[in-house]
């Protein structure tokens, strides 16, 4: 077995790739197959994921628009809809939007024929046909109708004025924790998340050096009683798992496994939902095990985007 501390990681290096390679990178997570990735692998990985349901993995990439409504009608009528997961702001005559790829597949999913959703889509099917191909009719849609759509770079996002920055500015973090600390962070509804998933991951494989690993507990000092108890208990779930995978799937498997597991989660949420986030999960009231990794990234927060962290979390 393999110990190792609590880590994370900000996706930087895939705000700068396009949504294909964003999210069959993400997506590959969950299986642990991010050796399977070559430079055409990305449609055929994206069609199969839409295919059967795994939507999540379309949360993976956001968009942000400027939408130049037809008129007033368009913009009632939009927000009418109440579209779920899209943030909307109105800057002056036009509208911002932000949202991912399955928040827009899903706008237009729900209202097919409403004028601005219409052009909007006709927008994304031109720009981005592989995540509307299965969705929208074949000759595409309808007439973009005198609405204007452009997408914003990241850059330009960045240059939002704070109130806007924190609803329209996307960050992933990949953590790798245990599956306690885990299962506190998908409570936070509004994030795309996704997660290694041992109902597929058969940590016998080469690939995972034929051995579980587990996250260091911060409660024991390594030299302590309790340590060796905590080591023990690992050594021992670690052979009975081996042991139920020589004649059953992981899925089976995995019902011996502890929380001291090490999992990898990626978290994908708005600066306005870290704020939330930053103030449960590094207060004094919050598990350990959540703090430890959550005030450090905090700190690289706070120096990422001071015009939206900086007062709300004063220098202690
Ligand atoms: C110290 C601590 C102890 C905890 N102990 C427990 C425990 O013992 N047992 C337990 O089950 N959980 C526990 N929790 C989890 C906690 O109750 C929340 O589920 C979790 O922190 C997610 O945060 P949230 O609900 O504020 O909002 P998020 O899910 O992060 O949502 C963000 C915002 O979305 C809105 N929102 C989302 N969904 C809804 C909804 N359905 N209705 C209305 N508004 C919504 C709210 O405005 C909310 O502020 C604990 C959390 C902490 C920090």
Not at 41 to 69: C, D, Q, W, Y
Not at 80 to 87: I, R
């Amino acid at each position: 077995m393999l110990v190792i501390p609590p880590s994370f990681k900000i996706l930087h290096d895939l705000d700068q790739e396009s949504l294909a390679v964003r999210i069959e990178r993400c997506g590959r997570l969950c299986y642990k197959s991010e050796d399977k990735i070559t430079e055409d692998s990305a449609p055929p990985f994206i069609r199969r994921i839409l295919k059967h349901g795994h939507n999540s993995v379309a949360e993976m990439a956001i968009l942000t628009l400027k939408v130049s409504p037809g008129g007033e009608a368009d913009v009632t009528k939009l927000c009418g809809a109440l579209p779920k997961y899209l943030h909307i702001d109105r800057v002056e005559k036009e509208l911002l939007i932000s949202g991912s790829v399955r928040a827009f597949r899903e706008l237009y999913q729900a209202h097919p024929n409403l004028k601005i959703v219409k052009g909007i889509t006709r927008y994304l099917h031109t720009r981005h046909p592989l995540f509307f191909e299965d969705i929208v009719p074949e000759k595409g849609i309808v007439r973009q109708g005198g609405i204007v759509v452009e997408k914003i770079p990241l850059e330009d996002v960045e240059q939002l004025p704070a109130y806007l920055l924190a609803k329209h500015r996307f960050v992933a973090v990949t953590f790798t924790v245990n599956r306690a600390v885990t299962h506190e962070m998908v409570r936070h509804r509004p994030c795309g998340f996704l997660q290694e998933s041992q109902r597929y991951c058969r940590y016998s494989e080469n690939k995972f050096g034929s051995q579980l690993t587990f996250i260091k507990p911060l409660f024991y000092k390594e030299d302590s009683e309790e340590y060796g108890l905590w080591e023990e208990a690992m050594v021992e779930s670690e052979r009975i798992y081996l042991k139920l995978l020589e004649t059953s799937t992981p899925q089976a498997a995995r019902t011996v496994l502890p929380n001291s597991c090490k999992t990898e989660l990626i978290v994908y949420a708005n600066l306005l939902q870290w704020v939330h986030m930053f103030k449960l999960r590094t207060s004094k009231g919050a598990d350990p095990s959540m703090r430890e990794v959550m005030i450090p990234l905090l700190a690289e927060f706070k120096k990422l985007f001071p015009a939206v962290l900086s007062h709300i979390f004063a220098e202690e």
